[in-house]
């Protein structure tokens, strides 16, 4: 199975919105409402931002928000702050049963 | 609050076992709906899902590495591990544990620190 391709960087200014794409397969991102959205700070773990596509977890700010059409799921950051500068990684299911990651996104903010 | 710990050695020769372990503490392993996931990043690379396994033994693995991987679980103990046989430099990473809290989707709410283990001989 191939990485779900993401763009390799973004960047955007304080206060701006970004989205941050993440392209599947009728396989995988288009055939389940089941894609996460992980943050990731240099030398630490992942953190989760969303999963199922549009749900966010207690305590993550409602700056970020996820959707899907077809075979390509975003995440929005909206009112860019220094502190989303990191790495971003989305994560769908497939119809093997199995997961596949993103090759991940560096977002700097301006 | 959910806590994971990896451990195992940092170090291994190459063509031999990579054997960690993860130890689960705050919570039960047999949580109804909790899958539990290795995932790995290798040095200035992404994440790499490398498989889940659900507490009463069903198991899932990357394709790319199915064939060298085993992962098990031990709910006496609380925990689950990680064996990836004949390891060559390219398994040299972080090593991550991770609760799945979506029944195996991909939505994983606890991450252990991560651990580097590096194939060298």
């Known amino acids: 199975q191939s990485a779900l391709t993401q763009p390799a960087s973004v960047s955007g200014s304080r206060g701006q919105s970004i989205t941050i794409s993440c392209t599947g397969t009728s396989s995988d991102v288009g055939r389940y409402n089941y894609v996460s959205w992980y943050q990731q700070y240099p030398g630490k773990a992942p953190k989760l931002m969303i999963y199922d596509v549009s749900n966010r977890p207690s305590g993550v700010s409602n700056r970020f928000s996820g959707s899907k059409s077809g075979n390509t799921a975003s995440l929005t950051i909206s009112g860019l702050q220094a502190e989303d500068e990191a790495d971003y990684y989305c994560i769908s299911y497939t119809s093997s049963s199995t997961l596949i990651f993103g090759g991940g996104t560096k977002l700097t903010v301006l | 609050q959910v806590q994971l710990q990896e451990s195992g050695p940092g170090l291994v020769k190459p063509s031999q076992t990579l054997s960690l372990t993860c130890t689960v503490s705050?919570?039960?392993?047999?949580?109804?709906?909790?899958?539990w996931s290795w995932i790995r990043q290798r040095p200035a690379k992404g994440l790499e899902w490398i498989g889940y396994?659900?507490?009463?033994?069903?198991?899932s693995y990357n394709p790319s590495l199915k064939s060298r991987v085993t992962i098990s679980v031990d709910t006496s103990k609380n925990h689950f591990s990680l064996n990836l046989s004949s390891v060559t430099a390219a398994d040299t990473a972080v090593y991550y544990c991770?609760?799945?809290?979506?029944?195996?989707?991909?939505?994983?709410?606890?991450w252990g620190q991560g651990t580097l283990v590096t194939v060298s001989s």
């Open positions: 705050g919570g039960s392993i047999n949580s109804g709906g909790s899958y």
């Open positions: 396994i659900y507490y009463r033994g069903s198991t």
């Open positions: 991770a609760r799945d809290q979506g029944s195996g989707y991909g939505s994983f709410d606890y």
